[in-house]
């Protein structure tokens, strides 16, 4: 098993910036993959960016790049969200998730979420 426990959300005014942690523990050498998911208010995820086993980042959204910057630490166990000039439409829950590989399937430990709340 793998535990995910995220942490760093939080509100912010429309241009500010939040750094999200995801600190694994447990049988970390099982997973490869860690990746980025919000949940806005709805039921859907949608994933944010993810970074491989080689430390090559991924980002889904559009609109997050050139704003989000994900990267993992040497230990391989904590990986970061960095989040600039955010705006409303990034309100949401975001959460971690592991797995083996940078697709939604593939990830099979969850966190809990951390929120992150931009007022309009």
């Known amino acids: 098993q793998v535990q995910l426990v995220e942490s760093g959300g939080g509100l912010v005014q429309a241009g500010g910036s939040l750094r999200l942690s995801c600190v694994a523990s447990?049988?970390?050498?099982?997973?490869?993959?860690m990746g980025w998911f919000r949940q806005a208010p709805g039921p859907e995820h949608e994933g944010v960016s993810c970074?491989?086993?080689?430390?090559?980042?991924?980002y889904y959204l559009d609109s997050a790049k050139g704003r989000f910057t994900v990267s993992r630490d040497d230990s391989g166990d904590t990986v970061y969200l960095q989040m600039n000039d955010l705006k409303p439409e990034d309100t949401g829950t975001y959460y971690c998730?592991?797995?083996?590989?940078?697709?939604?399937?593939?990830?099979?430990?969850w966190g809990q979420g951390t929120q992150v709340t931009v007022p309009s």
């Open positions: 998730a592991a797995g083996s590989h940078c697709i939604y399937d593939s990830m099979i430990y």
């Open positions: 447990g049988r970390t050498k099982t997973v490869y993959a």
């Open positions: 970074i491989s086993a080689e430390d090559r980042p991924t």
